[in-house]
């Protein structure tokens, strides 16, 4: 029975401590947005904050922030006015709050013309009223570009690369044909910019089983974001199927057959060059012997005179 009594006491100076440690937050609603914002780069983004109920918030201060930022504020409203001084350098001329939404109790953060660095966590506070915080993520999406690299002699098909530069954060790349189905390619090749933005490449053999439309795709499912580009061949242009190395023979021996051309081309130009330098060497003798006479004759003629 003592130590159901003790419990209890223990129990209640306990309650005490904890009351007396926990913020006092009166007439202050804390609200978390459930679902990260997600916004791509260049979007134009709105924040949201509101106040319940909803009274006017014109001639109260509103303070929108970031915390891990020096200095933090990425929006002040006070007394009326926007206090732009007392904002990150970063975000000049990006932020606003709708004058007419302020009447209403809305204080939501417009912001433009977003940029992978404005990722991360915005506090929106109005003192004694309302604190509530907002996660932003921001990706970047480009289309990709697929290109015929080469042949594939052993599989007797092409050789296609797909490349798609300016993705944020690292998006993956699948290969599909006609049907919607994955084909097995390489390993997929990243590499990250001075910029933060990724490049992704991968390559795929298309053989003539596979189907005349193929499809490489890009997506990243943080930022819900997919580009895709296709590439529709006919079957003609597939080499010799199947075991297509007579491809590798045929473009050897065309390869040899213009090599061929080429000496051939070459002996004869060189033939051509040097029969006219001999030919035109006793023609440049002749000319000077007939100078010479020339002006000996000049010379005997003009003594005679004399």
């Not at 390559?203 to 439309?213: A, D, G, L, Q």
Request: charged share 25%.
């Amino acid at each position: 029975m003592g130590y159901a009594v003790n419990f209890h006491i223990v129990r209640s100076l306990l309650i005490v401590v904890i009351h007396h440690l926990t913020p006092s937050f009166e007439g202050q609603s804390q609200v978390v947005s459930p679902q990260p914002i997600v916004a791509t780069v260049g979007d134009d983004i709105i924040l949201p904050c509101q106040l319940e109920p909803a009274v006017d918030a014109t001639d109260m201060t509103v303070e929108w922030a970031r915390p891990k930022l020096d200095p933090r504020f990425v929006y002040v409203w006070r007394d009326g006015v926007e206090l732009a001084s007392q904002k990150h350098p970063s975000y000049k001329g990006r932020t606003s709050v709708s004058m007419s939404k302020l009447k209403r109790g809305d204080i939501s953060l417009t912001l433009s013309k977003v940029k992978l660095s404005d990722e991360g966590k915005y506090r929106c506070f109005v003192p004694t009223l309302h604190e509530s915080s907002a996660e932003l993520v921001v990706g970047a999406a480009a289309s990709p570009i697929i290109s015929l690299t080469g042949i594939d002699g052993d599989k007797g098909g092409v050789v296609l690369q797909c490349e798609s530069k300016g993705w944020y954060p690292e998006p993956e790349l699948l290969w599909l044909d006609a049907e919607g189905k994955i084909l097995s390619a390489g390993p997929t090749e990243t590499v990250r910019g001075p910029d933060d933005l990724y490049t992704v490449s991968s390559r795929v053999t298309v053989e003539k089983r596979h189907s005349n439309n193929i499809t490489c795709r890009v997506q990243q499912r943080n930022i819900n974001q997919t580009r895709e580009t296709q590439i529709r061949f006919s079957a003609d242009f597939f080499p010799l199927l199947p075991g297509s190395s007579g491809c590798v023979k045929i473009f050897v021996i065309i390869l040899f057959i213009l090599i061929l051309c080429g000496l051939a081309v070459g002996v004869w130009w060189k033939w051509k060059k040097s029969n006219a330098e001999q030919t035109a060497e006793p023609e440049s003798l002749m000319e000077r012997d007939n100078k010479r006479r020339s002006v000996q004759a000049r010379k005997q003629a003009k003594r005679q005179n004399v």
